[in-house]
């Protein structure tokens, strides 16, 4: 089994519609983030949780809100989807320190017609 | 302002060395990251480098100069299945011992292993 995993992994939706990607994780990490990756842009932070009390704006959060239901649970929600949220979603999470990797789930590759 | 660079793409042969190369200037360093990641796929660890020098990890080398804030992932006997996107990441200083800010992402390169 994943050690981080994300749900749905492929998403068609329609402009205007509300979405959730949902992310769990066995490792015990408290800290958790999600990315958009685009291409030619990168990965670009969207949210970051360093435990469930403590909820973070990345850099593109604009369109997105969060929720950290539990230390293991992560979930990015879309509350109006637009054609340029289209992309490739990740989540990771790490444990507490700077030598200490982020581990990331295989992605949920997201269309907003 | 934070800023990393990478070459956009790069192509070498089955069997052969690459070295792909990562410039860095940002507010302050606490170690640099190289994930690997395959079209599709997820990014994956592949080395963390804080001090000065050469870490080797079998067919994968990473080096860094703080100094010259530079670094480089050495591949050695290239595979065909080392064809992938090769980020850096560096870890700018955190406000408590033990605070692990958010990354600072290059834009990938993209190596391609021809036969």
């Known amino acids: 089994d994943a050690d981080v995993t994300q749900t749905p992994r492929n998403r068609i939706t329609k402009t205007g519609k509300r979405i959730m990607l949902e992310c769990s994780q066995t490792?015990?990490?408290?800290?958790m983030y999600w990315y958009r990756q685009d291409p030619g842009l990168g990965l670009r932070l969207i949210y970051y949780s360093f435990d469930v009390k403590d909820i973070n704006k990345g850099e593109i959060s604009d369109g997105y809100s969060v929720s950290r239901q539990a230390q293991a649970k992560f979930s990015l929600s879309l509350e109006s989807a637009i054609p340029n949220q289209t992309a490739l979603y990740f989540c990771?999470?790490?444990?507490?320190?700077?030598?200490?990797?982020?581990?990331f789930g295989d992605g949920t590759r997201l269309s907003i017609l | 302002g934070q800023n990393i660079d990478q070459p956009t793409e790069m192509t070498a042969t089955e069997g052969a060395i690459v070295q792909i190369n990562c410039t860095y200037q940002t507010s302050g360093f606490n170690g640099l990251f190289w994930y690997q990641q395959h079209a599709g796929e997820a990014p994956t660890f592949l080395s963390y480098n804080v001090l000065d020098g050469l870490e080797e990890k079998g067919r994968f080398s990473s080096f860094l100069s703080r100094s010259k804030g530079y670094s480089y992932l050495l591949l050695k006997e290239l595979q065909m299945k080392d064809s992938a996107s090769y980020l850096c990441?560096?870890?700018?200083?955190?406000?408590?011992?033990?605070?692990?800010?958010?990354?600072?992402w290059g834009l990938g390169t993209s190596l391609a292993v021809n036969p």
């Open positions: 990771a999470t790490s444990a507490p320190g700077t030598a200490r990797p982020q581990h």
């Open positions: 990441a560096v870890t700018p200083p955190g406000g408590s011992a033990g605070n692990n800010r958010k990354l600072i």
């Open positions: 490792k015990g990490h408290d800290r």
